[in-house]
T-cell receptor, first 116, second 114 residues
Framework: KAGVTQTPRYLIKTRGQQVTLSCSPI?????VSWYQQTPGQGLQFLFE???????NKGNFPGRFSGRQFSNSRSEMNVSTLELGDSALYLC???????????????FGPGTRLLVL | GDSVTQMEGPVTLSEEAFLTINCTYT??????LFWYVQYPGEGLQLLLK?????DKGSNKGFEATYRKETTSFHLEKGSVQVSDSAVYFC?????????????FGKGTHLIIQP
């Protein structure tokens, strides 16, 4: 079974631009979560989508948004990029909430974003 | 709120040494507990998990036991190899669903010398 895939793997943008990252979950998984990883803050939860609905969002500004499609693929968007948005963005998929306790999240390789 | 505390390291060991990476947590109820590993330039790989008290997760020679009384989930391996060099993250998922996402520790950088 194919794992979680993320595109692109690497991205360079300049301040003020916007960026869209894509995530395809493991086949059969309906929940997609996004995390930001930086050296200073570590791994932080951004948001989770299940059945095309955002279930919760971490403590990030409104510039960070996302969506999920009917095939469970998800995108996240960051508008008006700042230097501090440079990070590794990780996507994780799972079967979904209350799925008999099987909520283990499986991570993709990440998208490394550099903002100049 | 929920939190996970782990030694950050770097932890440097010789090959075949015994490994312990401590992890303690703060959470209400009975969260699920995980260890993930990250190799340079890669995403996170699930190493092992435990979903209830006294469960032992194990994989690739690594083990961790969910200790509710001490709120701990320490990672152990009897004999480490150079290929185990990586960053290890302890994480918890709140009970009742994953709406709040995983809460991670800061990560422990493990270096194994030949």
């Amino acid at each position: 079974k194919a794992g979680v895939t993320q595109t692109p793997r690497y991205l360079i943008k300049t301040r003020g631009q916007q960026v869209t990252l894509s995530c395809s979950p493991i086949s059969g998984h309906r929940s997609v979560s996004w995390y930001q990883q930086t050296p200073g803050q570590g791994l932080q939860f951004l948001f989770e989508y299940f059945s095309e609905t955002q279930r919760n969002k971490g403590n990030f500004p409104g510039r960070f948004s996302g969506r999920q499609f009917s095939n469970s693929r998800s995108e996240m968007n960051v508008s008006t990029l700042e230097l501090g948005d440079s990070a590794l963005y990780l996507c994780a998929s799972s079967f979904g909430p209350r799925a008999g306790g099987e909520e283990t999240q499986y991570f993709g390789p990440g998208t490394r974003l550099l903002v100049l | 709120g929920d939190s996970v505390t782990q030694m950050e390291g770097p932890v440097t060991l010789s090959e075949e040494a015994f490994l312990t990476i401590n992890c303690t947590y703060t959470a209400t109820g009975y969260p699920s507990l995980f260890w993930y590993v990250q190799y340079p330039g890669e995403g996170l790989q699930l190493l092992l998990k435990a979903t209830k008290a006294d469960d032992k997760g194990s994989n690739k020679g690594f083990e961790a036991t969910y200790r509710k009384e001490t709120t701990s989930f320490h990672l152990e391996k009897g004999s480490v190899q150079v290929s185990d060099s990586a960053v290890y993250f302890c994480a918890l998922l709140p009970s009742g669903g994953g709406a709040d996402g995983l809460t991670f520790g800061k990560g422990t950088h493990l270096i194994i010398q030949p």
